[in-house]
């Protein structure tokens, strides 16, 4: 007897959640704002040794920004009937996409010589998203594609001879020193600014070494703004 009432509940559960899902898409655009972990693994474990170092030699990590944009793609649930609250209307579902990122790090050596490592990224997002009435919240895992690595090296006003200030002391990033694939752990919120826009703030930490140097960890950690856009409420 209790089977068959838990069957008839999922069952009920399941035809009013067919009756009441929604599909939602949109394009989105925004500034990303990059850093760096730097560890060498080696030194890790030291008390009192900076976390950024490459080699063992401490570096300055600062901020990169750059830009991101790319397109939604939601399938949400309601999770109460209409007429059970009509000022609450709110939503569970699942959120994927394709995002363009275009981040990366500015590494700077004891000889204040930078290095601004640009990384642009293929994204897909996979993530459970709550809505309730104007706000809401995302979070889960996302894999990235690295599509393309470019280095520009500045030498300090002190210092303008590259070569010496890029001495056996000075780590030179290469594009084979980085690796192609990237899983990160994704959190955000967001709030609906207008009919068809929102505004969103996303946290990426990367759980995946993207260094190919033996004995290094570098691990991207970015926060992006964006102005999103959906086509259902718009058109």
């Known amino acids: 007897m209790k089977i068959k009432v838990l069957y008839l509940f999922i069952l009920s559960t399941i035809s009013f959640n067919i009756y009441s899902q929604e599909f939602r898409y949109g394009i989105k655009i925004g500034s990303v704002f990059s850093k760096q972990s730097l560890i060498t693994e080696s030194k890790s474990n030291i008390i009192g040794v900076s976390y950024n170092r490459i080699g063992g030699l401490p570096y300055d990590v600062n901020t990169y920004t ?12 309601k999770l109460f009937p209409d007429d059970y609250d009509k000022r609450i209307k709110s939503y569970l579902g699942l959120r994927s996409g394709i995002n363009y990122s275009a981040q990366g790090v500015i590494v700077e050596d004891s000889n204040r010589t930078s290095f601004t490592n640009k990384l642009d990224y293929l994204q897909i997002p996979i993530l459970i998203n709550f809505r309730m009435n104007n706000f ?37 990033f290469t594009e084979n020193d980085f690796g192609d694939k990237e ?18 703030i996303k946290s990426t930490r990367g759980i995946t070494n993207i260094s190919q140097v033996e004995g290094e960890i570098w691990k991207n950690k970015s926060y992006d703004i964006t102005i999103n856009f959906n086509i259902n409420e718009i058109l």
């Open 136 to 172: 809401n919240f995302f979070i889960g895992p996302q894999i990235g594609n690295i599509l393309n690595i470019k280095t520009e090296v500045r030498a300090s006003t002190s210092n303008y001879n590259l070569d010496t200030a890029s001495s056996s002391n000075s780590f030179r």
């Open 66 to 77: 750059g830009y991101n944009f790319g397109a939604n793609l939601e399938l949400s649930f």
């Open 183 to 200: 899983t990160s752990f994704v959190w955000g919120f967001g709030y609906k600014v207008y009919k068809g826009t929102s505004l969103e």
